[in-house]
């Protein structure tokens, strides 16, 4: 099938830009964003971790295609080596329990950037901006959970202290007094959200649905079109008011194959997670949390979280140790580190000589030689005395799991591992990468990027299924154990209840990788309506700051008055510190993106030639106004993102990483 307008989008890792693997597609014309791979055969309910309900929603049938995928024998014989490979460690188990609701719902208020609801301090900090941004449904979900808060601990409070006469039973004829107001922990009364009419979060640029009206009806029923501008939550308004989900009306019970997901070409252009600044995707992180409840709690399922008796962990060394401090110890070494060192080694140590070995993955390595490997990394390898040499590839591939098993908190996190289990439960393929995606978005930076690089060498080693006879089936069957890690006094029943389940998950995230890691444009849309709120808020606390204040808005309304005129135009300057030519004023069109900006520069410096140092490409970045600073893609079309962002600087400079 020839590609019409398809835009050229790189997603990284912790590498460079790579050829593109989203194909984007217009109003009138979509093609398939990846290719299908067939569904393991055997209808399975996954309950994940046990911590998760689902009400209503049901596994998707599975078609068998190959004999391979209806045995479980892969996952089986890779629990059996974890856990001959765990006896006689020491490791500790994860210890879980259930967690106190009040408990549950602060903590789900602080992580999504509402902790001063709790404290009582609403007028301090983001939260009423971020508040001042939500839909009508994601406002529900967190008066919802502030209910639950004030609630539980409006029981906890209700006991007062036994009077004396209590104690003595002494008849007491005074009257009972009144509930008190529920308390924050801090013992002020909890705050009320604020009452409003919340705003429907319509992105600056226009939402492409006529192309989602019209294209689903002529496409095949296993190709779904996928808009990152309207929030996802919205598609489960239908659940809760008791409709049918048109996505979830699609699904066939004869479906044999994955579905192919064709992606609306956002108006202001593709962002990955690497394009954001990392304070931006905190906010992001807020956002994400609070979409993923609404919508989960619209396909009708429960989040719950895992209580963990912290232990102490390790501060140096190679295993067992947290994933932030293996990089502020690489970052001392190797500044700019997003993946901890020795775990790209493996990496790179597989892909050079264990891609095209047959079993690579399945096959383990010599117990006594891996145990004796991994002593020699944990003393030598800050010393650089390690001898990769002597790795084999087998060997290798075991490190590489024992690294991502016994790190002490799993690499999909604790607390978010539950829904990703439960993501299973969802009948819609659409609904299932739709929850991944949010999921992604809240996972910690150094988990996020880890799991990048190990999702792209998985990519490679299915790439190269003719020569090690590893299919993205037998890949994911592997994996899933060491990702979906379960620990505990019910592992072994939990591990047989979502075994198959956990396998479907790997393969959604090796297969759409680089559309799980492209930040949805709604979310986006969040993070700069909230910096734009946050600036309306802003007040001065004294008579001086006051009359700073207003010297500074008045000079600013002289600036805004001086570049009305380009506003108007659609000029925008462009800074280049590092180039020859260090400003140039640029004439925007509705064609003009963000690679004929590079390519001017390019030719500028470069006297009539392109420039060529490619080792220092620079990169269009838009920063300030109301986004801290996102790199632009190269197809961006500037005019729409000069429009969503008037007050932005545009400057060309190098990434980062």
């Not at 890779?78 to 967690?99: H, L, P, T, W, Y």
């Amino acid at each position: 099938m020839d590609m019409k307008d398809s835009g050229s989008v790189i997603l990284t890792a912790y590498h460079s830009f790579t050829p593109s693997r989203i194909h984007l597609v217009d109003e009138n014309y979509a093609a398939p964003l990846s290719p299908r791979h067939a569904l393991f055969g055997r209808k399975v309910q996954y309950q994940g971790l046990s911590r998760m309900s689902s009400v209503g929603a049901m596994p998707p049938e599975r078609s068998p295609s190959r004999d391979s995928q209806d045995s479980m024998e892969d996952y089986w014989s890779e629990v059996k080596n974890i856990q001959e490979d765990c006896q006689g460690s020491g490791e500790e188990a994860m210890e879980r329990g259930s967690i106190d609701e009040a408990e549950l719902e602060e903590a789900w208020l602080h992580e999504a950037g509402l902790s001063t609801l709790v404290s009582g301090a609403l007028g301090e900090g983001p939260a009423e901006a971020l508040l001042s941004t939500l839909t009508r449904s994601q406002t529900a979900m967190v008066k919802k959970r502030l209910d639950n808060y004030t609630q539980t601990m409006r029981k906890r409070n209700k006991q007062p202290m036994r009077h004396v006469r209590d104690v003595f039973n002494t008849p007491d004829s005074s009257p009972v007094d009144p509930l008190p107001p529920p308390l924050s922990p801090s013992g002020q009364i909890a705050p009320k959200l604020p009452h409003r009419t919340p705003t429907r979060a319509v992105p600056s640029s226009p939402v492409f649905q006529s192309a989602e009206e019209t294209c689903v009806s002529e496409f095949d029923p296993e190709e779904y079109i996928l808009s990152f501008d309207v929030p996802y939550s919205d598609a489960g308004t239908g659940h809760r008011k008791g409709k049918g989900c048109q996505d979830c009306q699609r699904i066939r019970k004869d479906d044999k194959d994955l579905p192919t997901f064709q992606i609306v070409k956002p108006k202001l252009g593709l962002t990955r997670v690497y394009d954001l600044s990392s304070e931006d995707m905190k906010k992001i992180g807020y956002f994400a949390l609070i979409e993923l409840t609404t919508f989960y709690d619209g396909l009708g399922i429960e989040l719950r979280r895992n209580r963990v008796v912290r232990s102490k962990t390790r501060e140096s060394g190679i295993f067992g140790v947290p994933l932030t401090t293996l990089l502020e110890n690489d970052q001392k070494k190797l500044p700019g580190s997003r993946v901890p060192l020795v775990f790209r080694k493996l990496l790179s140590k597989l892909e050079q000589t264990g891609l095209q070995t047959e079993g690579i993955l399945r096959v383990p390595g010599s117990a006594s030689r891996v145990k004796q490997l991994r002593q020699e990394l944990e003393s030598k390898f800050y010393a650089d005395g390690f001898d990769w040499e002597q790795v084999r590839h087998n060997d290798a591939a075991g490190l590489l799991k024992m690294f991502i098993r016994e790190l002490p908190q799993p690499l999909l996190t604790l607390q978010h591992l539950p829904a990703f289990s439960a993501a299973q439960n969802i009948s819609s393929p659409k609904h299932q990468i739709q929850a991944l995606h949010l999921l992604i978005m809240l996972l910690p930076e150094a988990n996020r990027d880890t799991l990048k690089a190990l999702l792209e060498f998985l990519r490679k080693v299915v790439a190269n299924e003719e020569k090690n006879r590893m299919s993205m089936w037998n890949v994911a069957m592997i994996v899933a154990p060491n990702l979906f890690t379960v620990r505990g006094k019910k592992a072994q029943e939990e591990e047989m209840v979502g075994a198959a389940g956990a396998a479907h998950m790997v393969r959604l995230l090796i297969t759409h990788q680089d559309l799980l890691w492209t930040v949805p444009c709604f979310l986006i849309w969040h993070v700069r309506k909230m910096s734009e709120a946050s600036a309306h808020k802003k007040t001065p606390s004294s008579d001086k700051s006051k009359r700073r204040l207003l010297r500074r808005r008045h000079t600013e309304r002289e600036k805004e008055r001086s570049e009305l005129t380009d506003l108007r135009d659609g000029v925008i300057r462009v800074h280049a510190p590092q180039h020859a030519k260090v400003s140039m004023a640029i004439q925007l069109d509705s064609k003009t993106k963000a690679r004929d900006v590079m390519a001017r520069f390019d030719y500028e410096n470069g006297r009539g030639t392109l420039s060529t140092n490619r080792k220092q490409k620079q990169f269009l970045f838009e920063v300030g106004g109301n986004l801290g600073e996102r790199c632009l893609d190269p197809e961006t079309p500037l005019l729409n993102v000069y429009r969503a962002n008037p007050q932005c600087e545009w400057v060309l400079k190098q990434r980062t990483t």
